[in-house]
């Protein structure tokens, strides 16, 4: 069972657009959703992350919508730039099982 | 910066063979994890370690096995290796109590078992 649900699977994007990721947990137990980035070659890094206590954290242009009542949560990336092309996974977990769930992944490309 | 070491970036094995697969962090970080990640499948945790000789299964652990025998290092161990485990393998580890439970990923090892 997917504990974590990711859409799309891939997305392309103009340059300067914004780039939308949308996940779904089950578990209203997990305390803790973040962000990774992965480029080729490279192992995923963290780019952002959010607690269900608020509703929307936002670093620079990366931005993370929670709907805590919906199980769903979202990254928007603003101004998108070529650079930004990479693989986003979305995940879910905390402190009680010391487990992340990861999703599915989504392949961005920002065409310049 | 932490910094999490996987000690090869490409493996070629035969089916039957035993596989290690070693990671090391610098950081003294209490938890360490092996993922494995596949196209479509993101990734999915094999096992994690809380302290050393501690270990906990994942959702994947069938045909692995761990080693930690010292807190800075965590091996992944592929008794006989078959052909479905070709995948890339990453390592992570964390601090159970820093404020962010931030994950450091080592920059993983594609295994291709023939």
């Known amino acids: 069972q997917q504990q974590v649900k990711q859409s799309p699977q891939s997305l392309i994007v103009q340059k300067g657009g914004i780039s939308i990721i949308n996940c779904a947990y089950e578990?209203?137990?997990?305390?803790?959703f973040p962000w990774y980035q992965q480029f080729p070659g490279k192992g995923p890094a963290l780019l952002i992350a959010?607690?269900?206590?608020?509703s929307e954290k936002k670093e620079g242009r990366f931005t993370i919508s929670f709907n805590k009542s919906a199980k769903q949560f979202s990254l928007h990336i603003m101004d998108s730039q070529p650079g930004d092309s990479a693989t986003y996974f979305c995940?879910?977990?905390?402190?009680?099982?010391?487990?992340?769930?990861f999703g599915t992944g989504t392949s961005l490309t920002v065409i310049p | 910066d932490v910094k999490v070491t996987q000690s090869s970036r490409y493996l070629v094995k035969r089916t039957g063979e035993k596989v290690f697969l070693e990671c090391v962090q610098d950081?003294?970080?209490?938890?360490m994890f092996w993922y494995r990640q596949d196209p479509g499948l993101g990734l999915r945790l094999i096992y994690f370690?809380?302290?050393?000789?501690?270990?906990e299964k994942g959702d994947i652990p069938e045909g692995y096995s761990v080693s930690r025998e010292k807190k800075e290092r965590f091996s992944l161990i592929l008794e006989s290796a078959s052909t479905n485990q070709t995948s890339m393998y990453l390592c992570?580890?964390?601090?159970?109590?820093?404020?962010?439970?931030?994950?450091?990923f080592g920059s993983g090892t594609q295994l291709s078992v023939l």
């Open positions: 950081m003294d970080h209490e938890n």
């Open positions: 959010i607690r269900p206590d608020v």
């Open positions: 370690s809380y302290d050393v000789k501690m270990k």
């Open positions: 992570a580890s964390n601090h159970p109590r820093q404020a962010d439970e931030k994950l450091f």
């Open positions: 995940a879910a977990g905390g402190r009680a099982g010391n487990q992340f769930y």
């Open positions: 578990n209203t137990a997990f305390d803790y």
